[in-house]
């Protein structure tokens, strides 16, 4: 018999030790899920006198990747975003807990790893060992505020269903958000990206195992999009004169222990291209930027980070790291 969709849900928990699965403590709403194991098959393809490439095959190394998007709620978007970038730290003796993420420049520069309990009916899936390789986020003037993430995993192991319990935070629409560029508060932005990268490695050694060795997290990047209204030459001239000026892209809603906060800051954002686009009938450009690592934009491990992300909610300290 089918299955329904619409009863699945996603589960989220920080490990103590990397690839050990612990239960979910968070439930993140989620608009998809894609989960997928990679089990690698080895060919046998020692000639046998047939007319055939292949006699057999082995199994080999298993690892998997999972893909997950929706709506920014700004309480669980700080678990993929802590899991990309890796420094927390948490100010704040009760709700809102300020959170100020960055990149890890300490000891291995390793983010935290998780676990992500996938439930679809006929089972709860566990991928333990999550490592975060890729953020987006996405916001326009017509609708809510959303994500999209990316993890690369050890293969899924079957648990028992977890109770699910949800955030009471709504998620944001985008035209909450406040603009600055360059110091100077913005009213033109139309929509907009930002896209924090992460390679992960997959290291396989000879240890007796198919899973793998490590999930080896590498360097931080920052790039994205804007569509912004173009009243004048301002932002061309960013690009032409490769001014690097700093952006803020800044979501806050509610007020006392409700308040919350997602807050992007680039210190210094390239503009790396620039065109003008008269495709409706008022004149935009569309920009590309990558933010460049700074001094500025760090956390407690210092160093360098291209951005600061500052959420702000009623979680407490230790909920991401």
């Not at 619409?6 to 709403?29: M, Q, Y």
């Not at 700080?78 to 100020?100: E, I, K, M, N, W």
């Not at 680039?266 to 008022?282: H, L, N, S, V, W």
């Not at 460049?292 to 951005?307: E, F, H, Q």
Request: charged fraction near 15%.
């Amino acid at each position: 018999m089918p299955q329904p969709t619409f009863r699945s849900f996603l589960g989220i928990a920080k490990e103590a030790t990397f690839g050990t699965a612990v239960p979910a403590t968070n439930f993140i709403p989620v608009k998809s899920m894609k989960p997928k194991d990679k089990q690698v098959l080895l060919d046998d393809a020692g000639m046998r006198g047939s007319m055939v490439d292949s006699y057999g095959k082995i199994s080999g190394p298993l690892t998997s990747e999972y893909d997950f998007d929706g709506d920014v709620f700004p309480d669980t978007v700080g678990f993929p975003l802590a899991g990309v970038l890796g420094d927390v730290t948490t100010t704040g003796s009760s709700a809102p807990y300020t959170h100020a993420l960055a990149v890890l420049n300490t000891g291995t520069g390793q983010p935290p790893s998780y676990t992500l309990s996938d439930y679809y009916t006929i089972t709860t899936r566990q991928y333990a060992g999550a490592k975060i390789s890729e953020v987006g986020l996405k916001f326009s003037g017509d609708g809510l505020l959303t994500y999209s993430a990316k993890a690369v995993a050890l293969g899924s192991a079957s648990t028992s269903a977890p109770t699910p319990s949800y955030t009471a935070v709504p998620p944001i629409a985008g035209w909450v958000g406040a603009v600055t560029i360059g110091g100077s508060a913005s009213t033109i932005l139309i929509d907009g990206e930002c896209t924090i990268k992460r390679p992960v490695d997959v290291i396989h050694t000879v240890d007796g195992t198919a899973a793998p060795y490590a999930l080896w997290s590498g360097a931080v990047s920052v790039n994205g999009k804007l569509t912004l209204v173009m009243e004048d030459d301002t932002q061309l001239l960013n690009y032409l004169n490769n001014s690097q000026p700093s952006l803020d892209i800044n979501y806050s809603q509610g007020a006392a222990a409700a308040l919350v906060q997602v807050k992007l800051h680039m210190t210094k954002c390239a503009f790396t291209d620039a065109e003008i686009d008269r495709g409706k009938d008022y004149i935009a450009l569309s920009v590309n930027y990558e933010a460049v690592a700074n001094t500025t934009d760090v956390g407690g491990s210092g160093g360098y980070s291209p951005i600061k992300v500052t959420l702000q909610n009623a979680l407490a300290t230790g909920t991401y790291k």
